[in-house]
C-alpha cells in the first residue's frame, strides 16, 4: 500500500504495510508540528535547514536514550554482580557455621 504524507509544502508517497500506515502519518505530523514550531520560534522559513535542525534534534534524544538504556544496563549488571557477592558472602557464612 502506499500512503501519501505532507511535510512542510511537500507531499510525499511512501509504500508501507497496512499496519505501519497510522505509524507513518504519526510521524510525518510529528516532524510537521516541529517544524512548523522552529519556524516559529526561530523565525525560519528555509524548509531544508528547519528538516536538517529537527533531524539533528532527534538525532541528539536517539542518542541520549541509548545512552539513558546503557547506564540502565550498567545499573543492572553492578546490582547484579553485588547479589553474587552477597550470595559467596553468605554461602561461606553458611559454610563456616555448619563447620562448628
Not at 9 to 25: G, V, W
Amino acid at each position: 500500500m502506499t500512503v501519501e504524507i505532507q511535510v512542510g509544502k511537500s507531499s510525499y508517497k511512501i509504500s508501507c504495510q497496512e499496519a505501519e500506515k497510522e505509524r507513518i502519518q504519526s510521524a510525518a505530523e510529528s516532524i510537521n508540528d516541529k517544524l512548523n514550531q522552529l519556524a516559529k520560534n526561530l523565525k525560519i522559513s528555509d524548509e531544508k535547514m528547519l528538516l536538517v535542525m529537527i533531524a539533528l534534534e532527534l538525532e541528539e534524544e536517539l542518542r541520549s536514550i541509548r545512552e539513558d538504556k546503557f547506564s540502565e544496563e550498567e545499573l543492572f549488571n553492578s546490582i547484579s554482580d553485588n547479589i553474587d557477592n552477597i550470595t559467596s558472602y553468605i554461602n561461606k557464612l553458611t559454610h563456616k557455621i555448619q563447620n562448628l
